[in-house]
């Protein structure tokens, strides 16, 4: 993550937002550009472009387990739990606030739980808001139809338009499926159809 934000900040320094998405994100781009207009922006002026956009993860415990993938020590990270702090298929952040994480991580020892680490540790030193977008970016995939009970917040505003526009695989059901990204992306572009007659539905 630090190479990805050195990255920008060297050859993309002007672009206004960085986006993070991992390789099994599904992203519907123009759904993302009504949402940035329509909300994100002004959210983001509003905190002077230090803010973060993403699945929230209050309170997370730090895991002291040697044997697990996750573990931290206390020597590391003496505290209980993490601050809040975003999850990493899909989030979203201003330029500016990559740039402050970059120099916050100057001045803290790093530990293997990276989205903990930048999203959480960091921005919480560096004064950056996390803002929750659960309703925006999905942690799990809410239109798997294996797993019924991802079936959430996919709500619409009043002109129709779906909140939801970022879903990561779950069960394979993306990723291990011929044209499986072009069915998740399908299925997340159709959400749009179930809004013309209610703002919400289930």
Same mark, same amino acid.
């Given at each position: ?21 991992? +390789?099994?994100? $599904? ?60 999850? #990493? ?37 560096? #004064? ?26 996919? +709500? *619409? ?10 879903? $990561?695989? +779950?069960?394979? +059901? ?20 179930? *809004? ?7």
């Amino acid at each position: 993550m630090n190479s990805l934000y050195q990255f920008q900040q060297n050859f993309c320094p002007k672009v206004e937002y960085f986006m993070r998405a991992d +390789e099994d994100t $599904v992203l519907d781009v123009s759904r993302f550009q009504y949402w940035l207009k329509k909300e994100f922006n002004k959210i983001s002026k509003k905190y002077d472009d230090t803010v973060i956009f993403g699945y929230l993860y209050p309170k997370n415990i730090v895991l002291r387990d040697p044997n697990d993938r996750w573990y931290v020590p206390y020597e590391t990270y003496p505290n209980s739990y993490y601050p809040d702090y975003v999850q #990493g298929p899909c989030y979203l952040l201003p330029s500016k606030a990559v740039k402050a994480i970059l120099e916050e991580a100057k001045k803290h020892l790093h530990i293997t739980v990276d989205d903990a680490f930048y999203t959480g540790i960091i921005t919480n030193a560096a #004064g950056i808001k996390v803002f929750n977008g659960r309703k925006y970016f999905a942690l799990k995939n809410p239109l798997n139809e294996l797993n019924p009970e991802n079936q959430w917040d996919r +709500e *619409c505003d009043e002109n129709g338009v779906p909140l939801l526009f970022s879903i $990561v695989d +779950e069960d394979g +059901e993306i990723e291990n499926l011929s044209g499986g990204y072009m069915e998740g992306l399908k299925k997340l572009k159709g959400l749009k159809d179930s *809004c013309q007659n209610s703002n919400k539905f289930y």
